[in-house]
């Protein structure tokens, strides 16, 4: 199920120690636009359980981070709807590596260079355990998807699509 190795500090990984929060460390080897799907297969874990961190802009560019399943994607419309914004849409690259500080395919929702609003697709809650990126290409965090909430302050939504 993936190395246990520990893979050096990163922002996220600082905030879940700072804030106490017990998690796996879990490397792989990152393929570019491999997505979840190479990461589920090193890990050995359904890709469902695997969480990206995407980062949006509403429409008058303020970013937002959207926790969904690996396997899922994000219905803008729905999500945009749910939270009160007249349009989402995905960030460009250099962007959203502004905004959190990561670099893309490294995005983690923790420690990001500053404060976004977070929201988390409701189903990702009832999971045992999510992966999630810890903040480098090619290294997951297992955690209780609880601390989304709890800690982070993620707000339930409901905007997957399948596929």
């Avoid at 396997?71 to 939270?83: E, F, G, H, M, Y």
């Avoid at 045992?128 to 709890?150: K, Q």
Wanted: with cysteine; charged share 20%.
């Amino acid at each position: 199920m993936g190395e246990r190795v520990h893979a050096g500090e990163t922002p996220a990984t600082q905030w879940l120690r700072r804030h106490r929060i017990a998690f796996t460390e879990h490397v792989y080897e990152y393929v570019e636009d491999g997505g979840t799907r190479v990461s589920s297969q090193a890990l050995g874990v359904p890709e469902h359980e695997v969480v990206k961190t995407l980062v949006m802009e509403d429409e008058s560019g303020k970013p937002l981070l959207v926790l969904m399943h690996g396997d899922r994607r994000v219905s803008t419309k729905n999500l945009a709807r749910q939270i009160g914004r007249k349009r989402i849409e995905p960030c460009a690259p250099q962007v959203a590596e502004r905004h959190t500080g990561y670099q893309v395919g490294g995005t983690s929702p923790f420690g990001t260079r500053k404060p976004l609003p977070v929201f988390v697709e409701a189903s990702v809650l009832a999971l045992p355990t999510i992966y999630i990126n810890g903040g480098r290409r090619g290294y997951l965090v297992g955690i209780d998807p609880a601390v989304l909430t709890s800690t982070l302050g993620a707000r339930p939504v409901q905007c997957a699509l399948v596929g």
